[in-house]
């Protein structure tokens, strides 16, 4: 699943990317239901939020994080063209 959710994210930064767009704002609740299995009994919100976490970097901001973390309201804006 963790595959599937960067290869969702890495759409999202592509795809920004190609409109010229300075910057986008991923919420994991939207990324996990791209990926598939969200909402459900077995969804892999933690994981989804992992992979978030980790695609950040210099310049990026963590916009708004669950009280408990990981949950469907993390909020990330990520600086584009990624990779700089």
């Not at 990317?17 to 300075?22: F, G, I, Q, V, Y």
């Amino acid at each position: 699943m963790r595959d599937q959710f960067q290869s969702k994210l890495d759409g999202i930064f592509k795809t920004a990317s190609a409109a010229d767009w300075p910057a986008v704002v991923v919420r994991s609740g939207d990324l996990h239901k791209m990926a598939g299995g969200y909402p459900g009994p077995n969804h892999r919100m933690p994981v989804c939020c992992g992979v978030m976490d980790k695609n950040r970097s210099r310049g990026d901001k963590l916009v708004e994080a669950p009280h408990k973390g990981k949950g469907a309201n993390l909020y990330i804006r990520y600086l584009l063209p990624r990779g700089k």
